[in-house]
């Protein structure tokens, strides 16, 4: 492979490490992990993974006007008063219909370990561009870019699978209004999140590629210029 070809394939790595790193930050920030509509409460409800989302609908209510959708109204799933508020529901659950649905709102455990996961990704995809970058001045590099990577790519998918895991459980798939039980669907953040482990899935393969390029490469001479040649070069340098 010529070293054009070589860093090609680095920069192609590093643009899908950027697209996938675009998408899961979207998909983090979204509360769309989760959507169920109400429709007792005419209310659409968006379950993200540390914050939570409710539009109240407006329908049709006259000949020539249209559907239309308010605002969404959000509240951290880590904030303390919130946390309150959904406890004194719950007390009164026999009095309020809408107690169960407050369930939903909660700053769950496998809600902590999705964003320990993907934010742990992230940095590690982060750290797999910088790398990247080096890796043509600095072949060792090249070892970091590539682990870095994998190991992101790792914890994404297991981002990925736990949240479907959760989202399919009984208790975090229906959610109890006062007359009727709705079921929940998986929103477009989830979708977004594994756009972006796809992208970095294809990342890597490029990734493997020029690595195992930067690492036993041969020069336009033929003759073999790899990783421990190079650092040979390197302190034979030293040495004079």
């Not at 968006?46 to 020539?64: F, M, N, P, S, T």
């Not at 004194?88 to 999705?114: C, M, P, V, Y």
């Not at 594994?194 to 033929?222: E, H, L, N, Q």
Request: proline share 2%; with cysteine.
């Amino acid at each position: 492979m010529s070293s054009v070809a070589q860093k090609g394939l680095l920069a192609l790595s590093i643009v899908f490490i950027l697209a996938g790193l675009g998408l899961t930050i979207a998909g983090v920030f979204s509360p769309a992990w989760q959507v169920v509509d109400i429709r007792e409460f005419r209310a659409e409800h968006q379950h993200g993974l540390w914050w939570d989302c409710i539009r109240a609908e407006k329908h049709v209510v006259a000949v020539g006007d249209f559907y239309d959708e308010t605002p969404l109204h959000c509240m951290y799933k880590f904030d303390n008063s919130a946390e309150m508020v959904i406890e004194n529901t719950l007390n009164n659950i026999d009095e309020d219909g809408a107690a169960g649905e407050s369930e939903h709102h909660r700053f769950w455990a496998w809600h902590k370990a999705i964003l320990f996961f993907i934010i742990t990704s992230q940095l590690l995809a982060f750290l797999s561009i910088c790398t990247g970058v080096c890796a043509p001045c600095f072949p060792p590099t090249a070892f970091v870019f590539t682990i870095s990577l994998f190991i992101a790519l790792i914890c994404s998918l297991i981002a990925d699978g736990v949240f479907f895991l959760a989202a399919n459980r009984v208790d975090n798939r229906f959610v109890q209004g006062m007359v009727g039980t709705y079921e929940q669907r998986i929103g477009y953040a989830f979708y977004l999140h594994i756009m972006g482990t796809v992208c970095w899935v294809v990342a890597f393969i490029c990734a493997i590629t020029t690595t195992y390029k930067f690492i036993s490469g041969r020069d336009p001479s033929g003759s073999k210029e790899n990783l421990f040649t190079w650092q040979s070069q390197r302190a034979a340098t030293h040495n004079v």
